[in-house]
């Protein structure tokens, strides 16, 4: 649940700073009339909607289980994760070349850049702001790992997201600020409408990465191989156990499945055999509180 509690920070930081940030570029880019400027509006405000996608997606995650779903509804937020990763790539990327292919064909002088570039160093500050409140969350899974191991070795979607968003985000300022200072340096407007182009080639690498991720998470992945390991040790560890013939685990959002296939030391009886079961099982979700379906076979032979 923690880790759910930590993706809705993120997303809190990512909201708040994208909703402001979307007005001011706004009304920048109507004064303005810079189109690095426009697309950088649109993708403001695509983010801020993505964000709320990614509220309701977390809320249907906790949904308790049902007939038709008796495993819950955690993977509902790898949908709302993936339409996300779609969202970015039509309206934030496809649009930005759209909308720079447009400037090149028919150009316009930037009017005011001085307004752009003061919204624009904003822009900046205020996702540095949304990065670090994301990075804080990241830093609690990362375990050791550095960014890359951890983005594509991460069950939380809904963070996978925002640290890419985030990331596209300051970038795509970045490029902007440039865009728009040769442009007034040049007195030339085509660097604007380049700007605004690699802006969406920006957008559209970033949807792919975070698509090619939550698909894993979407068709069905294990746990994090780093507690998939622990779970691993904690069974080999048992005194009970002679075997581990099967051993696997499922990603459901907020929740863990894990499916366990042993053989076990005689205890005597059936009893017995049934509270050495019990007795594992208890101590398994002791251990690893984000279990929430357990399966223990014993058995004689995988």
Same mark, same amino acid.
């Given at each position: 649940?923690?880790?759910? /509690? ?6 809190? =930081? ?18 303005? &009339?810079?189109? /690095? ?5 649109? #993708?403001? +405000? ?15 995650? #906790? ?8 495993? &819950? =509804? ?26 720079? @292919?447009?400037?090149?064909? #028919?150009?316009?002088?930037?009017? #005011?850049?001085? !307004? ?7 822009? +900046? ?46 970038? &795509? ?8 200072? !040769?442009? %007034? ?11 605004? !182009? ?5 957008? +559209? %690498?970033?949807?792919? =990465?975070?698509? +090619?991720? %939550? ?32 051993? @696997? ?18 205890? &005597? ?25 357990? =399966?223990?076979?014993?058995? %004689?032979?995988?």
């Amino acid at each position: 649940m923690s880790g759910q /509690a930590d993706s809705l920070k993120s997303i809190l =930081f990512a909201l708040g700073a994208n909703s402001a940030i979307a007005v001011a570029k706004g009304v920048a880019a109507v004064i303005t &009339g810079s189109s /690095a400027m426009l697309a950088e509006c649109v #993708h403001s +405000i695509a983010d801020a909607g993505n964000q709320l996608l990614l509220i309701l997606g977390l809320r249907q995650s #906790h949904r308790g289980p049902t007939d038709d779903h008796p495993l &819950g =509804f955690g993977k509902s937020i790898y949908f709302w994760s993936f339409l996300v990763a779609v969202i970015l790539f039509t309206v934030g990327g496809m649009f930005s070349i759209y909308e720079g @292919i447009h400037k090149l064909q #028919h150009p316009e002088a930037i009017t #005011h850049p001085w !307004i752009a570039i003061g919204v624009l160093v904003f822009a +900046i500050v205020a996702e540095s702001i949304s990065l670090w409140g994301c990075m804080r969350e990241v830093n609690k899974e990362r375990r050791g790992r550095n960014l890359l191991q951890w983005f594509r070795n991460s069950r939380s979607s809904a963070l996978i997201v925002v640290f890419g968003e985030d990331i596209a985000a300051l970038l &795509g300022l970045v490029f902007a600020l440039i865009a728009i200072g !040769i442009s %007034v340096v040049t007195g030339n407007p085509f660097w604007d409408a380049a700007g605004t !182009i690699s802006i969406g080639v920006l957008l +559209i %690498v970033v949807a792919v =990465f975070i698509a +090619i991720e %939550v698909k894993d998470l979407l068709i069905g992945q294990s746990i994090d191989p780093q507690k998939l390991d622990e779970v691993k040790a904690f069974l080999h560890g048992r005194s009970e156990i002679a075997e581990v013939y099967n051993l @696997i685990t499922m990603q459901f959002g907020p929740d863990e499945m894990v499916a366990v296939k042993a053989r076990l030391y005689p205890a &005597g009886t059936e009893q017995g055999m049934m509270q050495s079961v019990n007795r594992i099982e208890s101590d398994l979700r002791a251990a690893f509180p984000s279990i929430t379906w357990l =399966f223990f076979e014993p058995d %004689v032979a995988d």
